[in-house]
Nanobody, 119 residues
Framework: QVQLVESGGGSVQPGGPLRLPCPAK????????MGWFRQVPGKERELLASNHNSGATNILDSVKGRFTISRDRANNSVFLQMNNLKPEDTALYYC?????????????WGKGTLVTVSS
């Protein structure tokens, strides 16, 4: 069984930073890709950033320059550094990964961590 456990969410004032960590835990053979999504009630979940084992990194254009994704591959973890947060960044943030266990490869999701940007 594999679990992704996001943390680091909370309330922050506009212009402030937050860092979201997400370790993958369980019987992991290899992590191929990790990323972050977010969802606002009533809207579709959107891909913010992803990092692949090839080294390729993708960032949503609307958050480029403010959000950065990084990975600690030795510890099967991904991080989302968010700077200069805006009220429109308020959302539930989800960690996502494509992970191979000893028997199969699957996409896993965390349960989400809430980020609220408000003065």
């Amino acid at each position: 069984q594999v679990q992704l456990v996001e943390s680091g969410g909370g309330s922050v004032q506009p212009g402030g930073p937050l860092r979201l960590p997400c370790p993958a835990k369980g019987r992991i053979h290899e992590v191929y890709r990790m990323g972050w999504f977010r969802q606002v009630p009533g809207k579709e979940r959107e891909l913010l950033a992803s990092n692949h084992n090839s080294g390729a990194t993708n960032i949503l254009d609307s958050v480029k320059g403010r959000f950065t994704i990084s990975r600690d591959r030795a510890n099967n973890s991904v991080f989302l550094q968010m700077n200069n947060l805006k009220p429109e960044d308020t959302a539930l943030y989800y960690c996502n990964a494509f992970i191979a266990s000893m028997t199969a490869g699957m996409v896993y999701w965390g349960k989400g961590t809430l980020v609220t940007v408000s003065s």
